[in-house]
């Protein structure tokens, strides 16, 4: 799948979008699940909870955080694709944290969690032809097309497995 243009998607995305080398898109979201299992459930349970600083997200924060992204990135592509042209809203990220109580949460269901909404994501986007990856939509008052929803969803965990590994992982 080729590389979205600037003009598929909002400035803040391309950062995302530029995590991503190369042009296999598709295989860089299913590397991801094995590196995402291996980073978080790697981690005792004594320290899931930890936060690198008051304020921060917990570990099993940041992955529920993974989780809620995966879904809400995902449902933006399906609607594109389906020429649904409704404008689809932003997200808050820390309400949507705050309100999950993922703390209470097993590793292994947000583990096995994130590995179903990946996998679905994934088959979804392989449905997706040339024409319906380059189709926009609105999300979060910018335009977006389907070819970046995807990237930004591969760019939006290495960004966040690069998080886990510099300020949680050399802390615990």
Partial sequence: MKKPSANES???YHYYINQ??????????EKQISQVKKAFGSIPASKQNF????????IKELLGHLNDGERI??????????KDLTPLPGFDENLYV???HFEK??????LEEFVYLRKANIEMFRTF??????????????PISVRALAYIISGHTMHHLEI?????????
């Fill in 10 to 12: 909002a400035q803040y």
């Fill in 20 to 29: 991503n080398k190369g042009t296999d898109v598709l295989g860089n979201l």
């Fill in 51 to 58: 936060r690198y600083a008051k304020g921060k997200w917990s």
């Fill in 73 to 82: 990135f995902g449902y933006r592509a399906l609607r594109v694709a389906r």
């Fill in 98 to 100: 705050k309100n999950a």
């Fill in 105 to 110: 949460r097993d590793m292994k269901s947000l």
């Fill in 129 to 142: 032809n040339a024409k319906e990856l380059a189709l926009k939509g609105t999300a979060n008052s910018s």
């Fill in 164 to 172: 886990l590994k510099e300020r949680y992982l050399c802390k615990l």
